[in-house]
């Protein structure tokens, strides 16, 4: 069945520095979703991706639809303390609407 | 970005009791809508899919006896955990799915909601 894995799980990083994270599935997708969660919270939807090749940004994230429809990217560029949280990639499974996950990517910034 | 609402945030109940919570959609309607569970450190794990004006479906393992909902309107769906156990203590989120079609280009987006922390006594 379709799946989403993500990587890197968990990340360490220091204020200012540059961030990326991707998804990579077997299955083709039509749309890839990204949300960030923060503890005790829903998730937000910081990017969504409809078209293959498609390149957006959302102040400093950008996130890329790969060519082939079964992989996607986030970059965070100069990240600040605010960016803690858990990223999660996410596309639907069918026509339906279900959403399927990747694991999630655990951020932390050291001031 | 579209807003979802969540009510209550946080609810402590007695083991036995009924515990509903309701998930509204504000600025949109949305035909279906999402019940999903969160464990810690975990990813979310849907539940169930809310129908406006049907009954909803539920994912295997998950007793749809014991986790009722009900899609009354376009904008509402609510989740009721009877006769809670401690075991049934999670994070419960709703998502909305919101489907547009402009410029003949067809988005299928979901917004969640920010969750319900339950726990059961």
């Known amino acids: 069945g379709q799946q989403l894995n993500q990587s890197p799980q968990s990340m360490f990083i220091q204020e200012g520095e540059d961030v990326s994270m991707n998804c990579t599935s077997s299955?083709?997708?039509?749309?890839w979703l990204w949300y960030k969660q923060d503890p005790g919270e829903g998730p937000v939807l910081l990017i969504a991706l409809y078209k293959a090749g498609e390149l957006t940004s959302n102040g400093r994230l950008t996130a890329q639809f790969g060519i082939t429809r079964k992989d996607s990217f986030l970059n965070i560029s100069a990240s600040i303390p605010s960016d803690v949280g858990i990223y999660f990639c996410?596309?639907?499974?069918?026509?339906?609407?279900?959403?399927?996950f990747g694991q999630g990517t655990e951020l932390s910034v050291k001031p | 970005g579209a807003v979802v609402s969540q009510h209550p945030s946080r609810v402590i109940c007695k083991s036995g009791t009924s515990v509903k919570i309701e998930c509204r959609s504000l600025d949109f309607q949305a035909t279906t809508m999402f019940w999903y569970r969160q464990f810690p450190k975990q990813s979310l794990m849907l539940m169930a899919t809310s129908n406006e004006g049907s009954k909803a479906t539920y994912e295997q393992g998950v007793e749809k006896d014991k986790f009722l909902i009900n899609h009354a309107s376009l904008t509402l769906s609510t989740l009721t955990v009877t006769s809670a156990h401690p075991e049934d203590s999670s994070f419960y989120i709703c998502?909305?799915?919101?489907?547009?079609?402009?410029?003949?280009?067809?988005?299928?987006?979901?917004?969640f909601g920010p969750g319900t922390r339950l726990t059961v006594l």
């Open positions: 299955s083709i997708f039509n749309t």
């Open positions: 998502s909305a799915r919101d489907l547009e079609k402009s410029g003949g280009r067809s988005t299928d987006t979901q917004y």
């Open positions: 996410a596309g639907p499974r069918n026509q339906g609407g279900k959403l399927i």
